[in-house]
């Protein structure tokens, strides 16, 4: 096959037929139909349902006046605000609470396994019930956590929901942490597990033990799972629909929206499609630095996950 | 171990040997003592909403709204109106269960079936440029799902699929199979292309390789990204809530969630209804997750 081309190249071929060439590479006849055939319900699914929509997505957000409309509303300015602290303090907290995490779960026994069992409870329950039972549970006049307030210090809870932006919000940011964390634990936990034994052996040898051994064999080895675990989580955050709005669903008065829930906001509650694209567009500049870093990292399969 | 150190030699640092294996043991009595104190604080933040929904889905109407932190007279009376459709939003409970189910199941059927075959054509076949569909698969996981949710919306009200369970399996399918084309082009990089190699020269077609060849030997990273689908569709919310208006094509988070419009509240039946949605994941994550781990995991986050 290779010599049959090597004679070709010096040839002066048409361009359609060394455009075809370059698409078939070595396959032949009815095999490159049979390959073509095998991507095309891939090739459909994607036209149909992602490309489609991004251009139409862009094209509804399309006009500048939009974004000067979404800039002069005090909402907005206050979801910016949210979605940053969101993504900011959720995803690193939550990643380095299960980057100590994954390093409590090492320790040997069947007490830490049985642990870790229940402690991934929250990723397995669906984010529906769970959130919805937290709204609850954050009830100021009926929720467990008031009543349990009241039973050990006697005083009144606060309401946790209902009074204050900021209290709203860190019990969003702190639902969002208890649901994701086992996750990224589990991810961590892997990456660990993956470290050869014989590096702490040595490292024990030499004398490191307990922080000195994290940092110099633990972290750096972990350092580029924990990078694009923590990108990659940043990118989900912020398309987090579920948490914002099944515990505060925005409130207290529309202060705890982020840039996923005002857009769906925007577009379905008050009937304007346009400027809840535009909400959610606003996110750009940060994605695609993000979009392209990613797609390096994982495509090159930096990361063995 | 003291008659030993009684030798002339070691004599002298007898005490400090003793003094160090006591730190020592104080050392691990403490870590251990942190050890069970972490492991309290833990089961503590854990259980704490999933012990309200079980409290609450145990308590008639009335203990619910009291100051009570467990319940009185814990019965299962909710359990039963909902698994007999027994309260007006519960009306097509069964129904609505059902809808999940279905959209589960065929969400899995055709991930399955359009990420194998074209990661089969990609990195097996070797199709020159067939980069690009990775890259689009790659692109279609880092965009949220949410962000797609307004025009996707308005594309299938005009393909006439308002309405329509298929709405939902599409958009299911549409972002479950770049995990699942991620998984199965790692995983196929562990079978031997010689292989397929063989069997070509043996005669077989490419339909005859995948069937007979990819599939079989792709086993495991199929039941890990099938399981990966079904949560996936199961658990999804937005997509479901925005598509699924009428409540004989609702599933059955969109039929929780309209519990929130209700005036009345009844609380103990929609955490009833909680549980039974979250008994079916819970259960297959469980069973799965040794299949899932280490490698496999990391899709699921998708929301």
């Known amino acids: 096959m290779a010599s049959v081309s090597v004679i070709e190249a010096g040839r002066p071929v048409t361009g359609r037929r060394s455009l075809l060439r370059a698409w078939r590479g070595g396959l032949q006849g009815s095999e490159f139909a049979w390959a073509i055939a095998f991507c095309i319900p891939y090739v459909g699914v994607f036209l149909a349902f992602v490309a489609y929509p991004i251009v139409y997505g862009l094209w509804l957000g399309h006009n500048p006046a939009l974004y000067l409309e979404l800039w002069q509303d005090p909402i907005f300015q206050m979801t910016i605000v949210n979605t940053i602290i969101y993504l900011v303090v959720g995803v690193n907290v939550k990643m380095f609470g299960a980057l100590l995490l994954s390093g ?93 034994q014989e590096l702490y052996e ?71 499609p346009d400027l809840g694209v535009a909400a959610v567009m606003t996110a750009l500049p940060v994605m695609i630095p993000l979009v392209l870093i990613l797609m390096r990292k994982l495509r090159t399969s930096e990361v063995q996950l | 171990m003291s008659v030993l150190l009684l030798d002339k030699s070691s004599s002298r640092q007898a005490p400090a040997t003793a003094v160090r294996k006591k730190n020592y043991r104080l050392q691990r009595i403490l870590t251990e003592t942190g050890c069970l104190a972490l492991a309290v604080v833990l089961i503590i ?76 054509s990609v990195s097996r076949m070797r199709l020159r440029n067939g980069w690009l569909l990775t890259n689009a698969a790659l692109l279609t996981y880092v965009i949220p799902a949410s962000f797609l949710a307004i025009p996707l919306y308005r594309i299938m009200q005009g393909y006439g699929l308002g309405n329509n369970v298929w709405s939902i399996i599409a958009v299911e399918v549409t972002f479950a199979t770049p995990y699942a084309i991620f998984i199965f082009q790692q995983y196929g990089r562990s079978i031997p292309i010689e292989l397929d190699e063989a069997a070509r020269v043996d005669g077989a077609s490419p339909l005859q390789v995948y069937f007979k060849i990819y599939l079989p030997m792709m086993a495991p990273a199929l ?38 419009n209700s005036d009345e509240s009844p609380w103990n039946y929609m955490m009833a209804t909680a549980i039974i949605y979250a008994i079916p994941p819970v259960v297959i994550y469980y069973l799965f997750r040794g299949r899932m781990t280490s490698g496999l995991t990391m899709g699921g986050v998708k929301g």
């Open chain 1, 104 to 196: 409590f779960f090492m320790r040997r026994g069947w007490w830490v396994k049985g642990l870790l069992m229940i402690y991934v409870l929250p990723w397995a329950v669906p984010a529906l019930p769970t959130f919805i039972s937290i709204h609850w549970m954050l009830n100021s006049q009926w929720g467990l956590l008031n009543n349990v307030i009241w039973d050990v210090f006697h005083i009144d809870g606060p309401g946790w929901l209902d009074t204050s932006r900021w209290l709203a919000l860190g019990s969003v940011i702190v639902s969002y942490i208890w649901k994701n964390m086992p996750f990224w634990t589990v991810i961590l936990l892997a990456g660990r597990m993956s470290i050869p």
């Open chain 2, 45 to 120: 933040w854990t259980l704490a909403p999933i012990y309200n929904m079980v409290m609450v889905a145990l308590q008639a109407h009335n203990d619910v709204f009291t100051n009570d932190i467990w319940p009185a007279h814990p019965s299962l009376y909710s359990f039963w109106i909902v698994l007999t459709e027994g309260y007006w939003y519960l009306e097509y409970f069964w129904h609505q269960f059902g809808n999940s189910l279905y959209i589960g199941v065929m969400t899995v059927f055709f991930t399955l079936l359009i990420a194998s075959l074209v990661s089969f």
């Open chain 1, 202 to 272: 040595a490292a024990e040898v030499d004398g490191a033990t307990g922080m000195r051994r994290f940092v110099h064999i633990s972290f750096p080895l972990l350092a580029n799972l924990y990078l694009v675990c923590t990108l990659l989580s940043t990118i989900f955050t912020l398309g987090d629909f579920n948490t914002v709005t099944f515990v505060s669903g925005g409130g207290p008065a529309l202060t705890t929206h982020v840039l996923a829930t005002l857009g769906i906001r925007d577009a379905f509650e008050i009937a304007r």
């Open chain 2, 223 to 260: 039941v890990a990204v099938g399981t990966y689908a079904l949560l996936l569709a199961w658990n999804e919310y937005l997509y479901q809530f925005l598509l699924l208006s009428d409540k004989r094509s609702m599933t059955v988070p969109v039929a929780l969630a309209q519990f929130l």
